[in-house]
T-cell receptor, first 114, second 115 residues
Framework: AQSVTQLDSHVSVSEGTPVLLRCNYSSSYSPSLFWYVQHPNKGLQLLLKYTSAATLVKGINGFEAEFKKSETSFHLTKPSAHMSDAAEYFCVVSGAGTASKLTFGTGTRLQVTL | NAGVMQNPRHLVRRRGQEARLRCSPMKGHSHVYWYRQLPEEGLKFMVYLQKENIIDESGMPKERFSAEFPKEGPSILRIQQVVRGDSAAYFC?????????????FGNGTRLTVT
């Protein structure tokens, strides 16, 4: 069984300040982990993925995430928030050997203020 | 290269009617997945299909819901006799064959409203 917990349902930051979106996972095997972003009334866009290679994963738009097995965490960070980053972010874990059963977190809504 | 195409973008149905949601995967992708997103929730897996085969339907409700991916044409998610609780965003995703851990490419979704 696998699960994902996103620790914050809403995060608000000022433009130009760092972003931290927290995610903890539970998995009985080595997981594949993803972060997806969803802008209002849009589909989901893949930000980055971890598949047991480097533990620090760089994604698009300046985002990165670090896989920490000892803490079962996969937090998403960005050094400097931009207004266009305002969206819903989902931490996702996939089943062993297949992407067919992605398990989504409940999402974190990121608000960016001037 | 067009992405995953879903139509319609918005669908309104009265209780008891049928809803048909269509999904055309990315070019070269033969695996299709349907997910449902209820308001204020993450996406929940419904069904995984390959051409003419249902591989995993463990997330599909037992009644009123069905899915197909014919040899020709888009994948169809069909909901019969819709109820208010079926109101949600339905997302289709696709992936290429032979890449078990390939990230899924999602469409923009169909937002179903049942009145």
């Amino acid at each position: 069984a696998q699960s994902v917990t996103q620790l914050d349902s809403h995060v608000s930051v000022s433009e130009g300040t760092p972003v931290l979106l927290r995610c903890n996972y539970s998995s009985s095997y080595s997981p594949s982990l993803f972060w997806y972003v969803q802008h209002p009334n849009k589909g989901l866009q893949l930000l980055l993925k971890y598949t047991s290679a480097a533990t620090l994963v760089k994604g698009i738009n300046g985002f990165e995430a670090e896989f920490k097995k000892s803490e079962t965490s996969f937090h998403l960070t960005k050094p400097s928030a931009h207004m266009s980053d305002a969206a819903e972010y989902f931490c996702v874990v996939s089943g062993a050997g297949t992407a067919s059963k992605l398990t989504f977190g409940t999402g974190t809504r990121l608000q960016v203020t001037l | 290269n067009a992405g995953v195409m879903q139509n319609p973008r918005h669908l309104v149905r009265r209780r008891g009617q049928e809803a048909r949601l269509r999904c055309s995967p990315m070019k070269g992708h033969s695996h299709v997945y349907w997910y449902r997103q209820l308001p204020e929730e993450g996406l929940k897996f419904m069904v995984y299909l390959q051409k003419e085969n249902i591989i995993d339907e463990s997330g599909m409700p037992k009644e009123r819901f069905s899915a197909e991916f014919p040899k020709e044409g888009p994948s169809i998610l069909r909901i019969q006799q819709v109820v208010r609780g079926d109101s949600a965003a339905y997302f289709c995703a696709s992936s290429p064959p032979g890449q078990a851990n390939s990230p899924l490419h999602f469409g923009n979704g169909t937002r179903l409203t049942v009145t």
